[in-house]
């Protein structure tokens, strides 16, 4: 596999875990703040155990072929991507017990 699919590969997955651990606390109602803290950064641990590699294998300084600029775009990309195909959609119950959904749309 290229080191550019490689890159690529990994972000998507890295930003699953970051998404989740993002927001994957907000369905969980009678945890604490300190306890969604502590499981986001668990969460978030495996997020980077993607990224970081992603990251180097395709920076020009480790024999890929992006500068930093390109892989903060790809993962901005892909950021808008996830969120917006709704991989791990962001929802939350309202007082009358309908379902609303938590969507930014850019301009």
């Known amino acids: 596999m290229n080191k550019s699919l490689t890159t690529v590969l990994l972000l998507i997955g890295s ?17 604490t703040i300190p306890v969604a803290i502590v ?4 969460i978030a641990f495996f997020e980077y155990t993607l990224q970081v590699p992603a990251n180097r ?4 300084s480790h024999g890929g072929p992006f500068d930093a600029s390109q892989l903060k775009i790809i993962q901005e990309s892909i950021t808008i991507g996830i969120s917006d195909q709704s991989a791990t959609p ?14 930014i749309k850019l301009a």
């Open 15 to 31: 930003n699953c875990f970051m998404t989740w651990a993002w927001y994957g606390h907000l369905k969980k109602s009678g945890w």
């Open 39 to 42: 499981v986001s950064w668990l």
């Open 57 to 60: 294998i395709g920076h020009i």
């Open 90 to 103: 962001v929802r939350f119950y309202s007082k009358s017990g309908s379902i609303a959904w938590l969507r």
